[in-house]
Every structure is written in C-alpha cells, then in structure tokens.
C-alpha cells in the first residue's frame, strides 16, 4: 500500500496495509489470466520508451549477477541439444558470409570517416592495459606460437625492401621525408 494516498484509502491507517490479498481476490485473478500472455507490438514500445534512460545501480547489477549466477542460472547442469547446436551454427554460418563481411567493410562500417579525439583514444587504451588486458598474466602455450608463426609464414611484411627509420602510422610520407634528408646530406 502507498502511504502517500488519501482518504479513507490513507497508508497505515486502511484496513488491508500489510496485509497479503486473499487468493480469489478480483486483482490476483486478473493477474493470473493475464500471465504468459504475449503482449502486443505497441505495449512492447511503451515498455521499452519508459524504460529509456533509466540506470541500473550497481548495486542492483550485483543482486542480479547473483540471482542468474551458479545454481541459479537456468542452463546450470544442462549442455545444448545438438539440434540447438546445429541451429546456431547455421545461424553463424549466415551471419559471417563473405558477402556479409563485405557489407560491413569499407563505407558500410560502422566507424568508417569516424574520427575519435585522443581522449576518446586515451580512455579505449586504458580500458585494455595493465591487468584489465585479455592476456594478463597469461602466456601463449607452444601450440598457438607455432600456429601464429605458420600463419605469418609466405606474407610480405608491409615494410619489405624500404629503408631508413619508418614509422607505421603514414609510413610512406616519412619514408619520403627521411629518404630526401639524407639525399641531402
């Protein structure tokens, strides 16, 4: 009961605060007929623009971790039938074609002729640095050495066959630069 009502419905003083409604109570029958009800295109887009620029606080991101963690979280125990597995791979294979990727590459980007200020930058570095890092602490086993070693194997490094001090970020304006000055010398 709100205590912020009026009358004779006024918080602590009406006759049912505190108290559970009883089970054939007209509110509760509705509310059980209307469960797993499906809810209607417009009534999922007032849920979803109420729902608009509200924060969940921390602490309640913790309640929540808990109560889907462990024991709690439906797929505790259970592994994915191999027709859901099947389906999800088919899925995958759809998403990630070669006539995807090239929609999503080039003038399609998202970030393409984006361009981040180096505060922008500098908070994305530290994001990814120190302990926060994927790899902290960790090394790469023999295996995944070998494999990227092999993967680099017949590629022509982006450098080959220049000389002087290059710099990778606009490498061929430098090259230029260094090459004249010592031409000059």
Same mark, same amino acid.
Request: net charge positive; aromatic share 4%.
């Given at each position: 009961?709100?205590?912020?009502?009026?009358?004779?419905h006024?918080?602590?003083?009406?006759?049912?605060?505190?108290?559970?409604?009883?089970?054939?109570?007209?509110?509760?029958?509705?509310?059980?007929?209307?469960? *797993?009800?499906?809810? /209607?295109?417009?009534? =999922?887009? &007032? +849920?979803s623009? #109420?729902?608009? @620029?509200? %924060?969940?606080?921390?602490?309640?991101?913790?309640?929540l971790?808990?109560?889907?963690?462990?024991?709690?979280?439906?797929?505790w125990?259970?592994?994915?039938?191999?027709?859901?597995?099947?389906?999800?791979?088919?899925?995958?294979?759809?998403?990630?074609?070669?006539?995807?990727?090239?929609?999503?590459?080039?003038?399609?980007?998202?970030?393409? *002729?984006?361009?981040? /200020?180096?505060?922008? =930058?500098? &908070? +994305?570095?530290? #994001?990814?640095? @120190?302990? %926060?890092?994927?790899?902290?602490?960790?090394?790469?086993?023999?295996?995944?050495?070998?494999?990227?070693?092999?993967?680099?194997?017949?590629?022509?490094?982006?450098n080959?066959?220049?000389?002087?001090?290059?710099?990778?970020?606009?490498?061929?304006?430098?090259?230029?630069?260094?090459?004249?000055?010592?031409?000059?010398?």
């Open positions: 009961m709100s205590t912020n009502r009026k009358g004779k006024a918080g602590k003083d009406h006759k049912m605060f505190g108290k559970k409604l009883p089970a054939n109570h007209p509110f509760l029958l509705a509310l059980k007929k209307k469960k *797993g009800s499906k809810l /209607s295109e417009a009534q =999922k887009i &007032k +849920i623009i #109420s729902h608009l @620029g509200k %924060k969940i606080s921390e602490e309640t991101k913790i309640k971790s808990k109560l889907n963690s462990g024991k709690n979280n439906p797929m125990g259970r592994k994915q039938s191999p027709e859901t597995i099947a389906k999800l791979r088919t899925r995958a294979n759809k998403r990630w074609t070669v006539e995807a990727r090239k929609n999503w590459s080039g003038n399609n980007h998202h970030n393409f *002729g984006k361009t981040w /200020s180096d505060s922008h =930058k500098k &908070k +994305i570095g530290n #994001s990814v640095s @120190g302990s %926060k890092n994927g790899m902290w602490g960790k090394k790469h086993s023999n295996h995944s050495i070998m494999k990227m070693s092999l993967s680099h194997k017949g590629h022509i490094p982006w080959k066959g220049s000389k002087g001090l290059i710099v990778a970020c606009n490498k061929s304006l430098k090259l230029k630069q260094i090459n004249e000055r010592r031409t000059s010398v």
